[in-house]
């Protein structure tokens, strides 16, 4: 750092006056007061003047709020093609969407959208040739839409359904029983599920749940003592059985699996709240009298482990311990010495994407350069043959049941709408199931190139870039790039119809594969974590920088977007290379480093990001942490969007960073907050996220001078 933090953050404050008057040549800003807040760090002390906005419950906090709304939606509501922009979305979004059908014994289960509705429809049939039926429609959860189905699991003789809602967005799940042949939802009602699997064993399941929390805290009181139960069908909550807790680790996640044949309960035990990226794993014979939890791995380092399934009493375990792009390997817990552990399918240049198991085979799935290439191997490790997959792009869902003769998996890129294809495991071959048509849309019209770019320390970096054809190289497309670059989170090409309303008005999109994901492996993910984040925001400032000097845009006509972790990317490279950018879009971001470990779930982060509770840590964070590194300058136009049932990462983060950056805009360009209600980490129902869109692309198209034809 050039400068100390505590010297920014005093020069910062002292200018909040003038920065509001030159900013009020444009908007007058609602008043947001600052106090004298003063927390200590290893010595350093870091002024937090907004701390006040952490009180959602607040009388003040509302009428911020509120101020804050009228004052960004008055705006918004100014822009003359706003409503047209909202009917081109919903006509973009108006087409039918399926998930692939999975099979459960005789029947076949799979969602569809006819387009327009706020949940999918979940289906059910006997056979491939049996008549759809309806087996839940989330949409009659609530009359405004706003409770969600959060999960659903069929139990092996596929008798039940347990199921759980969300509502206005939160992680909080209540969770449900239907039997499936009546479609009868039974009295079980189970409460305060979060980070949980609903693993069935015989007419009951395990899942995991946090004690209540306190009244009026529920959506941003750390959660801690998380704990696994098994619940039988047709009992109370209060009956179930507690099978696993750890009173001495308040901050541990436990969650419990079960194999395919039920035999076995496998418990994942992760402690990211002390720093470590890795899991411990467990396992208990349910077939045995003992209720012991045997272990697989005891301790948990910054290894992963991931039961695939068992053959016999033995595991297939996908696992990055000494394979930084993962291995699969064979567990024998009556082994000893080299043969207790034995490599199946051994690490490769490639980093696996995905490992399931299907009519005797394992399917793996690798990224080469963010792009699936799919193999079935048998369960013995030796290769059959590759799967030739429908294109360049990204598959999904290659797996399903040890005695399928056939599945359905997923292919989508970006201008390639999610579609569905029949995999028949013996002739090994892929067929056309099903394709969405959407209305107005030729993939003809747009082109998708990838592009390598050198970062500051001259890492190679890929970008995808999506266009319209006849893309003229001449500094002056209007352009938006896109990154998330953290938690081993891959940023691959995904389709989004509501996208074709910026590809269609001559907009680039470009999406960047940023370090801190899993693109390239473990090696990738923690070159962009921890002591490392800064090599993120550079990775993104390059491909700004590339963009600019290969004649696609130019700073002018240059925006970026981020949510969430992508959130605090754009947050923190506004703030330091704010002359590169337009216009900046930061959804629901991770916007306070110092204090996200002491909300809700946030000590979970702790592993990707450190904490400010380590000297060593601290340092970088408060290095550029969003929030405490604003400052008096002209930055883009900014829209800060918020929820506030968010209870992931709760809107205080956004409340604090839009006062902030407010008090310290010196340009005329907009800082503004949009709040919104009902909703959490994301929108909450189809109207939701039309109208969402709307107001980010009515915002960006505004200040990078389109005008929608």
Not at 57 to 72: C, D, F, G, P, Y
Not at 173 to 184: L, N, P, W
Not at 301 to 310: A, R
Not at 503 to 521: F, P, T
């Amino acid at each position: 750092m050039t400068t100390p933090i505590i010297v920014r953050l005093a020069v910062s404050f002292a200018f909040a006056a003038m920065a509001v008057s030159l900013a009020a040549q444009r908007l007058r800003y609602p008043e947001a007061r600052k106090d004298d807040h003063i927390d200590t760090y290893f010595g350093v002390k870091i002024a937090d003047p907004y701390r006040w906005l952490e009180d959602e419950q607040s009388a003040e906090t509302a009428r911020w709020v509120e101020a804050e709304n009228k004052l960004t939606f008055g705006y918004l509501e100014g822009i003359p093609f706003r409503e047209r922009l909202k009917a081109r979305l919903t006509t973009l979004y108006n087409y039918p969407r399926f998930t692939a059908p999975t099979r459960h014994g005789d029947y076949f289960v799979y969602s569809k959208n006819d387009g327009l509705q706020n949940q999918s429809v979940v289906y059910i049939q006997k056979g491939l040739s049996g008549t759809p039926e309806v087996l839940m429609d989330p949409n009659g959860f609530s009359a405004q839409g706003t409770t969600q189905l959060a999960m659903l699991v069929i139990s092996k003789d596929a008798k039940y359904a347990a199921y759980c809602k969300a509502t206005g967005g939160s992680d909080w799940h209540d969770c449900s029983v239907m039997e499936i042949a009546t479609r009868k939802t039974l009295p079980d009602e189970l409460h305060w599920i979060k980070v949980s699997d609903l693993a069935w064993k015989d007419d009951g399941f395990f899942y995991s749940r946090y004690s209540e929390p306190a009244k009026g805290k529920e959506l941003t009181a750390s959660n801690d003592d998380h704990k696994v139960y098994y619940h039988r069908v047709g009992s109370p909550q209060s009956a179930d059985e507690l099978v696993f807790e750890d009173t001495r680790n308040p901050q541990r996640f436990h969650t419990v699996a079960t194999t395919e044949d039920q035999r076995f309960a496998v418990l994942d035990v992760s402690e990211r709240g002390k720093g470590k990226d890795g899991n411990a794993l467990y396992f208990r014979d349910l077939n045995a009298r003992d209720k012991t939890w045997h272990p697989i791995v005891s301790e948990i380092s910054n290894d992963s482990y991931h039961v695939i399934d068992n053959v016999g009493d033995a595991f297939l375990i996908q696992t990055n311990a000494n394979a930084p792009n993962w291995k699969v390997v064979r567990f024998d817990p009556h082994a000893s010495g080299p043969s207790r552990w034995r490599d199946i399918v051994p690490e490769k240049p490639e980093a696996i994407e995905s490992v399931s198991t299907a009519g005797g085979r394992l399917f793996v799935t690798y990224l080469k350069d963010v792009t699936t290439r799919a193999y079935a191997y048998r369960l013995d490790g030796t290769l059959e043959n590759e799967v030739e997959l429908p294109g360049v792009g990204i598959a999904g869902g290659l797996g399903g049941n040890h005695d399928d003769a056939f599945f359905f998996y997923s292919f989508t890129s970006f201008t390639s709408p999610s579609s569905i294809y029949r995999y028949d495991i013996a002739s090994r071959k892929s067929t056309l199931f099903t394709a969405p048509d959407i209305p107005d849309f030729t993939a003809a019209d747009y082109e998708t190139r990838q592009v390598f770019f050198p970062s500051r320390d001259g890492t190679r970096v890929p970008m995808f870039l999506v266009y319209r054809k006849g893309l003229t190289l001449d500094g002056n497309n209007p352009t938006l790039m896109y990154g998330y670059g953290g938690f081993s989170v891959n940023t691959t090409p995904n389709f989004s119809s509501l996208r074709l309303a910026l590809l269609e008005q001559g907009v680039v999109y470009a999406s960047v594969n940023l370090r801190g994901g899993g693109e390239y492996g473990e090696t990738w993910h923690q070159a962009g974590m921890k002591l490392k984040k800064q090599n993120v925001f550079d990775d993104f400032i390059a491909g700004a920088e590339w963009l600019i000097a290969n004649k696609y845009t130019s700073p002018r006509r240059l925006a970026i977007q981020g949510a969430s972790n992508g959130g605090l990317l754009v947050g923190a490279v506004a703030n330091q290379r704010p002359d590169l950018f337009a216009a900046v879009v930061q959804q629901a971001g991770v916007m306070d480093m110092l204090r996200f470990h002491k909300f809700t779930i946030g000590w979970n982060w702790v592993a990707d990001y450190g904490s400010s509770d380590n000297e060593a840590e601290f340092k970088v964070l408060a290095g550029y942490s969003p929030v405490h590194n604003v400052r008096p300058q002209k930055y883009p136009a900014t829209l800060i969007t918020t929820a506030d049932h968010d209870d992931r990462v709760v809107p205080a983060h956004s409340f604090k960073y839009a006062a902030a950056m407010q008090a310290a805009q010196t340009g005329d360009a907009p800082i503004l907050i949009r709040i919104d209600t009902t909703s959490g980490h994301g929108a909450s129902s189809t109207t939701k996220t039309i109208d969402q869109t709307t107001d980010i692309y009515s915002f960006l198209f505004k200040n990078l001078g389109v005008t929608p034809k």
